[in-house]
């Protein structure tokens, strides 16, 4: 997508924070500016206070008037500080808000794009930025915010100073304008680096989880592979450092140029106002009001490239934040799907992101409601893919997936609400056992007799030792539990499945850390609990596929051969060759 600049990124951005809250949202931006106005003001009452000085020196006034504009000269002082103080308590409490409903946003956002998006690595790269992007996202807009709110004292002096000379008014713009002409250089510089940047980040991310991931440190260590991790994490840290190098001297030579430049207004200024001093063309008075008030702007103006120079270097995450929430999402009605239609697929293709060969090529079927469907192949041949499609995970490059008369490509992800599976790659969330089980309905009270039930259907004895207490142990060391092997972590994924309420479920190699006798179990209690159901079983044993109503036969991506076992075997072709070369660890 295209890139964002400055001004779009902030008014794309202020609705989000505005909504945070509300009612702080105005009092603190009118407070910045009630701030601004106050320093604004303390340049002519600077004036006034020492003009009637002068006065009263020479006895041209009486010394209550004096006191009276010394009065208002601290009044405005006091009230400067109180209201900063106010202000800055009331951003304290306001961005902690923000960056809550900023993490909420992104991973709705998440939750909506199609799920082949996390396939293509450079949509992997976009949520690495995007989520690096977030908190500057924030930060990016309230700085805008609070600079645009404190302009009201550069209007209170630009009103001042015009009265008193008009020439003081450019040479003030040449103290303000390299600020600007920073933001736009800096911005392109570090934009241009966080490009490079991301990639890199997600390579070196990946190398440091390698040698420290719980899921990895064993095999890491034994076999000797983490000095080789460490140097391919201490080359891409390298490569990041130098990306950061070189930006931060682009940006510093520009940065230095043009606060040359602004010194250059600052001197200007100065020689003005004494030239203007020994002419009689103003007051002592004026003269030291606008003294100090340059001096306060210079301070104020260095404090804006300080925030200037931030925001340049935060700006690239900015738009990368922006572009990843503006991706399309997968479109659609959210339709109720028929409770008893068959599903029907006609030439369905898929390709994977940046893939040359079809993973499904061509692949036309009718899968019966209530039929249980095995589907069987090489690796590679593309089963779980067909899978994908078929659940509606994923959208067909060509040809279409019909539940009764109804496409997947006209529905949002509300397709899954009737759909239950457990993938080989099934998770092990860090949770209580129950809360394993019952995850996908977790808002909902679960009695022990339901999850009794379906522990029984996948194989699981809460009585074991490994769950020392019953549904409420926790799964995972890290947060003082109990750790599973890998076939008690598989029965745990496969009750989840059968938990969840559903009418069609697929079961993609769930039993590969399951010995074969109780993988045969887990089946036969599959096809107990499928029955007036439709089901899929994805599995590279051929033992157990005698069950189903029918079998799938792919290679290549194609949909080579379907019937029963026994048709299958009597064709003596793709399968048969697949089921002879199990054939003997199903003998007894």
């Avoid at 009612?23 to 006034?48: C, D, E, K, M």
């Avoid at 009695?447 to 030792?465: F, H, M, P, T, W």
Wanted: net charge neutral; charged share 20%; glycine share 6%.
């Amino acid at each position: 997508m295209k890139k964002v600049n400055v001004f779009q990124a902030f008014f794309i951005m202020l609705p989000k924070i505005a909504r945070a809250a509300p009612v702080l949202f105005h009092v603190r931006n009118i407070a910045f500016i009630a701030q601004g106005v106050l320093y604004g003001i303390t340049a002519p009452a600077t004036q006034s206070l020492f003009d009637k000085a002068v006065d009263f020196a020479a006895g041209n006034a009486e010394l209550a008037i004096v006191i009276f504009w010394l009065a208002i000269l601290a009044l405005t002082h006091i009230f400067k500080q109180a209201i900063n103080g106010m202000a800055n308590f009331i951003s304290y409490c306001y961005w902690g808000k923000i960056e809550g409903i900023l993490s909420v946003d992104l991973h709705k956002k998440m939750s909506k794009i199609s799920p082949v998006y996390f396939e293509d690595t450079r949509v992997l790269d976009d949520i690495n930025k995007a989520v690096q992007g977030k908190d500057e996202a924030a930060w990016f807009t309230g700085t805008i915010l609070f600079m645009l709110c404190t302009s009201s004292y550069y209007v209170v002096m630009a009103f001042y100073l015009f009265q008193i000379k008009p020439l003081l008014m450019v040479l003030l713009a040449l103290v303000f304008a390299p600020a600007i002409l920073t933001h736009l250089f800096r911005t392109k510089i570090f934009s241009k680096a966080e490009d490079k940047a991301a990639p890199v980040r997600r390579e070196f991310d990946y190398y440091e989880n390698c040698m420290t991931g719980r899921e990895y440190f064993k095999e890491t260590r034994i076999l000797g592979a983490f000095s080789y991790f460490r140097t391919l994490y201490a080359d891409t840290l390298t490569l990041l450092n130098k990306l950061r190098f070189r930006a931060s001297v682009k940006s510093s030579l520009v940065e230095l140029g043009m606060q040359v430049l602004s010194l250059g207004g600052y001197i200007g200024v100065l020689l003005l106002l004494f030239d203007s001093l020994m002419k009689g063309d103003i007051s002592v008075g004026a003269f030291a009001a606008v003294f100090a008030s340059i001096e306060q702007m210079f301070s104020m103006m260095n404090g804006i490239f300080e925030r200037v120079s931030i925001l340049a270097g935060y700006f690239g995450r900015v738009q990368n934040y922006i572009r990843f929430t503006q991706m399309p999402e997968r479109e659609g009605a959210g339709i109720e799907l028929p409770e008893n239609a068959d599903i029907s697929l006609s030439g369905v293709s898929f390709s994977y992101p940046g893939a040359e060969q079809k993973a499904v090529d061509g692949v036309t079927l009718t899968i019966k409601n209530g039929e249980t469907i095995a589907i069987v192949g090489e690796n590679g041949s593309g089963k779980t893919t067909l899978v994908r499609l078929i659940t509606g995970l994923y959208l067909p490059d060509e040809g279409d997936v019909l539940y009764g008369e109804i496409n997947t490509k006209t529905t949002t992800l509300s397709l899954f609400k009737k759909i239950s599976a457990v993938f080989q790659k099934y998770q092990r969330y860090q949770m209580t056992l129950r809360e394993n089980i019952g995850i996908s309905a977790v808002s909902e009270a679960t009695e022990d007799n339901e999850l009794d039930k379906i522990c029984v259907q996948a194989g699981i004895d809460k009585s074991d030792r490994s769950f020392n207490n019953g549904y409420e142990t926790m799964l995972s060391r890290e947060f003082d539990g109990v750790d599973l092997s890998g076939g008690e972590w598989q029965r745990v994924a496969i009750a989840r499945s059968f938990f969840r309420s559903h009418s069609f479920i697929a079961l993609d190699e769930p039993t590969a850390a399951i010995d074969p006798i109780e993988e045969t179990k887990i089946y036969n209690r599959f096809a107990e609990i499928s029955k007036n159901k439709t089901a899929i079983i994805v599995t590279h044993r051929l033992g157990s596929v005698k069950l189903a109503d029918r079998i799938l036969v792919m290679n290549h991506g194609r949909l080579v051969e379907q019937g029963t076992h026994d048709d299958l075997m009597a064709v003596n072709g793709e399968y048969a060759r697949l089921y002879k070369s199990q054939e003997q660890w199903y003998r007894v």
